[in-house]
């Protein structure tokens, strides 16, 4: 979720509300979350429009590097 607003050029929300090619049903979240991601879908979720599973033990996949916040 840091990666792309420089990319975009704006918040991540505002990109996919626009986004009218994109349909959100389910989010998969492996790791643990933080409070800010948790946070950024937490209006959909709430809503209703969207569910979200955490697995936060990872079993398999891949691993990425951290973005510093900074």
Known sequence: M??????LGEKMNEWVDRAD????KHIEIY???SA????ADQHWVDSGAISRTVKPV???G???GS???S
């Open 21 to 24: 090619f994109l349909e959100i």
């Open 36 to 39: 800010a991601l948790l946070e």
């Open 2 to 7: 840091q990666l792309l607003p420089p990319l």
């Open 58 to 60: 990872h079993v398999a």
């Open 31 to 33: 790791g643990t979350p």
């Open 67 to 69: 973005v510093d916040a």
């Open 62 to 64: 891949f691993t990425r």
